[in-house]
């Protein structure tokens, strides 16, 4: 995918599995030179789940789990 309106190419792959991520990497390369001016490569990855809360009464009953959640974020590749 490309987005216009910040010149990143976005290739983005279904599992974080060594492959799959140097597969989407050499893609990047491979179709960032198509490309004028040159766009920012962009690998997103998942953020991972969020951390389990539970709770429980005070009678020591069953806890609910909320459910984890999962989403991207941008962070630099730099750092």
């Known amino acids: 995918m490309l987005d216009l309106a910040r010149n990143e190419l976005v290739v983005g792959r279904a599992t974080q599995a060594r492959a799959a991520v140097r597969e989407a990497i050499g893609e990047l390369h491979d179709l960032a030179r198509y490309f004028t001016p040159e766009p920012t490569r962009v ?12 709770t429980a009464s005070a009678a020591g009953q069953r806890g609910v789990a909320d459910r984890p959640t999962c989403g991207f974020g941008r962070t630099d590749a730099s750092s």
């Open 43 to 54: 690998l997103p990855r998942t953020a991972g789940p969020a951390p389990v809360r539970t």
